[in-house]
């Protein structure tokens, strides 16, 4: 995992600002076109410094663009088989490692320069691809006219039901949202506003009125504006929130957990004296296990025979145990019984991920909680494997890593132990 996953995460709050202002459809193109952009400068690249930013910083912010757009989307049209089609979405990730044999011979055919803007160009199959994703706005479930059946909308389409752009769809809204916005930057509600500008109009005429209006709109609009986006960057709110803290807490650990086997397993194994292209043969494993584990996952969590986040719990423990028992697996035959565990368990909790996240979040603030959890998540991948890495240096074994990936996978499990808690407390302020 490298500078381009981490900053996939960590621009969150910024990709909700941008995606709540522009739609997640614009902001999908525009990731799109950052990732395209990125791999096509990076072919004229000159130093380490110069990729660092054309392919880690370019490509992970338009990573994080297209992959939030795409998940709040999601989130948006499928409610009952919302674990299977986030299943089936992100079930190619395990199957990256084909990657490897594709660019080295790209660049055997094409040199590195050639291979990089090939890339280039593969990349720019995500525009089309993002101009799918047409919005949709559900304003609730008693009102709505829309029942998910969880396969797909209606044959007219996402517009049919609420307009072509979702700014459309909340246009109804928006004089209550822009009153909470003005009486957050320091001024009155339109009602009450306009009460007031009734009495100076009978006191003071006509012409006052006008004129306290448009000042009055002057000197507050843009602190309503400014407040709004500090408001959804910061996503204030969610602080306040416990299920943010639930989620941001297991989030975190369990990504932080989920890098270091798949850094060190090769290295190990290769301690253990066993051939690399036998080695090799163990993240293959891995990635094949992994999305055929995420498609079953979201199947099974999909059935509601229990809560999905209890799902995510058992398997996050499960996770937790293999890793504590990996050392003791010192040859080929234990290696690859202890990845193909472990990539079945791990596929079944990240195949949930955002089923949790909706679950715990609500679909109205979808943006602001995947977007806040993302960025202290990506501080976390940013600083898991540079720890494995001290702890082997110390220890001079790879043992250690596996034992902090455990215990960080039984830490995030944790966090869920305290979702009853958060209900209870969520019920107590509704009475």
Request: charged share 15%; with cysteine.
């Amino acid at each position: 995992m490298g500078l381009d996953d981490c900053v996939s995460l960590l621009p969150g709050p910024l990709v909700a600002v941008i995606s709540d202002i522009y739609g997640e459809k614009t902001a999908s193109i525009l990731g799109a076109l950052l990732i395209t952009g990125g791999y096509l400068i990076s072919s004229w690249a000159t130093s380490i410094p110069f990729l660092c930013v054309t392919m880690g910083f370019l490509p992970g912010l338009g990573s994080a663009l297209v992959y939030q757009a795409a998940v709040v989307v999601m989130s948006k049209y499928f409610k009952k088989r919302l674990a299977l089609c986030t299943a089936i979405a992100r079930s190619g990730v395990g199957l990256t490692f084909l990657l490897a044999p594709f660019t080295k011979a790209m660049i055997d055919l094409y040199d590195w320069t050639g291979a990089l803007v090939l890339f280039g160009a593969i990349a720019l199959n995500l525009v089309p691809s993002s101009m799918l994703l047409r919005p949709i706005h559900i304003t609730s479930e008693s009102n709505s006219g829309i029942k998910d059946q969880g396969s797909s909308l209606s044959a007219s389409g996402p517009e049919a039901v609420c307009g072509t752009e979702t700014s459309h769809c909340i246009e109804t809204q928006e004089p209550s949202i822009r009153d909470s916005a003005m009486q957050k930057a320091g001024r009155p509600g339109t009602s009450l506003t306009d009460s007031q500008n009734r009495n100076e109009e009978f006191n003071n005429g006509p012409n006052r009125r006008r004129l306290f209006l448009i000042t009055d709109e002057e000197s507050f609009e843009k602190k309503a504006i400014l407040w709004s986006c500090k408001q959804k960057f910061c996503g204030i709110s969610l602080f306040k929130n416990p299920f943010f803290y639930i989620f941001t807490w297991s989030w975190l650990f369990s990504q932080l957990a989920y890098l270091i086997p798949l850094f060190h397993l090769v290295a190990r194994a290769k301690t253990l004296g066993i051939d690399m292209t036998d080695a090799s043969y163990l993240i293959s494993v891995a990635g094949i296990t992994e999305s055929v584990s995420q498609l079953i996952s979201g199947w099974v969590a999909d059935q509601n025979w229990i809560r999905k986040y209890h799902y995510q719990q058992s398997y996050l423990i499960l996770c937790g145990i293999t890793n504590l028992l990996a050392p003791l697996a010192t040859t080929f035959p234990l290696l690859m019984t202890y990845i193909v565990f472990f990539a079945i368990f791990s596929g079944g909790y990240l195949a949930l991920i955002i089923s949790v996240l909706v679950d715990l979040s609500g679909h109205s603030i979808v943006h602001q909680f995947l977007g806040l959890a993302g960025f202290f998540t990506g501080i976390a991948v940013l600083s898991g494997p540079p720890i494995a890495g001290w702890l082997y240096d110390y220890t001079q074994t790879y043992t250690g890593s596996f034992y902090l990936s455990g215990t960080c996978y039984l830490v995030s499990a944790v966090s869920l132990f305290f979702v009853p808690l958060a209900e209870r407390w969520k019920k107590s302020l509704t009475r």
